[in-house]
């Protein structure tokens, strides 16, 4: 039931501050994340790992990128991404130490499923599955699982599983980071536990987000950019965008616009930007800079740290201060909700996109 909703999706994206605290329940106690959440022998198998290799399609392997630059950074061993329909085709070499996680909402995905059993052919430590739907072919056939429990998700724009997953994976990472000495786990579960409230406070931008979803209903084109954890956010953003929208998004990590991208720039491409503060933070502005010199139109997701000169070029919206680390999943919800606003006003069908079903269960 959408109840006052006029769309699932947006009902879905309004959830998410419930939908965090309710990832969260039972999960941690005194700031301390709780190991057999992930089974009950979670804790011999996290102590083997020296690596970790996720698989996942679209939207959650967006979330598994996200999970990459986290464990690199807080855990310090290394994290491998790929999407499924490559990885289950390709010739993949498993390095000793390895955990296998599988990222899913509805855990039928066919080429993520097949994938794992691949996968099962070689010497990983152990699969875990990180899913929304517990029962699923995917949790039935991993070793460990944890679901990210929020609810059922309707809208094929995949939105609160998302976000539900990157909560799931930041205590994936807690736990692995603590045997490899991660310090303050106590303040990243802090963290976590003002991420619902931040995330209210987030959609109470709704107003002047739909104001500027107006700029792109006549655009067939579209870029996003971001830098660090904000890149697939960014990379998230667009496939929102061109799911419901029909247009033409992408994504580039700021760093690579000299080298092509830059070219695509001018006043009928609009440049979504998302900018948290971050050590990076400095660098992207001068990656904005260059895109307003070439007349291009910029949209900006920041906070009160970013130094931008205002001018008819600039659209910005400025979020509250968030946790650096934290920060991929605060951002993610401003890019919904400026998807779902440009769909309404193009007339789309926010909730079936054509040629898309929600769960892709044949290759
Ligand atoms: O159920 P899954 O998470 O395995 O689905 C993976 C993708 O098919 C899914 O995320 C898809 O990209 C969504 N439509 C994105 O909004």
Not at 13 to 33: C, S
Not at 41 to 57: G, W
Not at 249 to 269: C, F, I, Q, S, T
Not at 285 to 308: M, T, Y
Request: aromatic share 8%; net charge negative; glycine share 6%.
């Amino acid at each position: 039931d959408k109840g006052e909703y006029r769309h699932y999706m947006l009902k879905e994206i309004y959830e998410q501050p419930q939908v965090i605290r309710n990832v969260l329940e039972g999960r941690i106690h005194h700031g301390h994340v709780l190991e057999q959440v992930f089974g009950s022998d979670a804790s011999a198998v996290f102590d083997q790992v020296k690596a970790v290799q996720i698989v996942a399609c679209g939207t959650s392997y967006n979330a598994g990128v996200v999970a990459r630059y986290w464990i690199e950074k807080l855990v310090g061993i290394p994290c491998m991404v790929e999407v499924a329909s490559e990885f289950r085709y390709r010739k993949t070499v498993c390095m000793p130490g390895t955990l296998f996680i599988t990222l899913s909402q509805s855990g039928e995905t066919a080429d993520t499923l097949s994938a794992l059993r691949e996968a099962k052919e070689q010497d990983y430590v152990a699969f875990l599955s990180i899913c929304n739907v517990a029962g699923s072919s995917l949790v039935r056939e991993s070793d460990l699982a944890i679901m990210t429990n929020a609810g059922p998700e309707i809208g094929v724009a995949s939105t609160k599983a998302f976000t539900s997953q990157l909560v799931v994976l930041m205590l994936t990472t807690l736990v692995l980071g603590r045997r490899y000495g991660l310090e303050g786990e106590a303040d990243f579960v802090a963290q976590l536990e003002q991420l619902a409230g931040l995330t209210e406070q987030v959609l109470t931008l709704d107003s002047q987000i739909q104001k500027m979803a107006e700029h792109f209903v006549d655009k067939h084109h579209a870029l996003f950019l971001g830098r660090g954890t904000i890149y697939p956010v960014a990379v998230e953003g667009a496939l929102k965008l061109k799911e419901i929208s029909y247009i033409h998004a992408e994504a580039y990590p700021a760093g690579e616009l000299k080298h092509g991208p830059l070219a695509l720039v001018d006043e009928d491409m609009p440049v979504v930007a998302v900018a948290p503060n971050n050590s990076l933070l400095e660098k992207l502005q001068a990656n904005l800079e260059e895109v307003r010199a070439r007349g291009g139109k910029l949209f900006l997701f920041a906070d009160s740290k970013a130094q931008v000169k205002p001018g008819d070029d600039l659209e910005l919206i400025t979020l509250p201060d968030v946790p650096t680390v934290m920060a991929p999943i605060i951002y993610s919800i401003p890019l919904q909700l400026l998807a779902y606003y440009v769909a309404v006003l193009k007339g789309t069908d926010v909730d079936q996109p054509r040629n898309l079903a929600k769960s892709v269960t044949v290759e």
